[in-house]
C-alpha cells in the first residue's frame, strides 16, 4: 500500500521559514514525481512546486525565489523549504504523487502577519 506522510507544519510569523518533510512507502520513490499542493481556507486546492525523479523542478509563480523543493531518494523524502513566508502562504500542504492519484493526509501551516 502507497502512503505519504508530511510534517513540519506549523505556526510561524511572516517572514518566517518552514521546512516540510514527506515521507513515502509502498512504492519505488526514485522513478516518481513528487508535487507539493495547498488548500487555503474556502480555497481550491493548488500546485505549489514539483520535483521529477531526474531532478527538475517547477514552482508556482507565487513561490518562485522563496520555496525550495528537493529530494533524497535514499530516504524515500521529499522536503520543501519555504522562506519568506506570507499570510497567503496559510493553508495544509499535501504531498502527492499525481501519476497515480496519492496524496497524503496533509500538514497545516499557518502564517501570521
Known amino acids: 500500500q502507497v502512503q505519504l506522510v508530511e510534517s513540519g507544519g506549523g505556526l510561524v510569523q511572516a517572514g518566517g521559514s518552514l521546512r516540510l518533510t514527506c515521507v513515502a512507502s509502498?512504492?519505488?520513490?526514485?522513478?516518481?514525481?513528487m508535487g507539493w499542493y495547498r488548500q487555503a481556507p474556502g480555497k481550491q486546492r493548488e500546485f505549489v512546486a514539483s520535483i521529477a525523479r531526474g531532478g527538475n523542478t517547477n514552482y508556482a509563480d507565487s513561490v518562485k525565489g522563496r520555496f525550495t523543493i528537493s529530494r533524497d531518494n535514499a530516504k524515500n523524502t521529499v522536503y520543501l523549504q519555504m522562506d519568506s513566508l506570507e499570510p497567503e502562504d496559510t493553508g495544509v500542504y499535501y504531498c502527492?504523487?499525481?501519476?497515480?492519484?496519492?496524496w497524503g493526509q496533509g500538514t497545516l501551516v499557518t502564517v501570521s502577519s
Open positions: 502527492a504523487i499525481r501519476r497515480i492519484d496519492v
Open positions: 509502498g512504492v519505488i520513490f526514485v522513478i516518481n514525481d
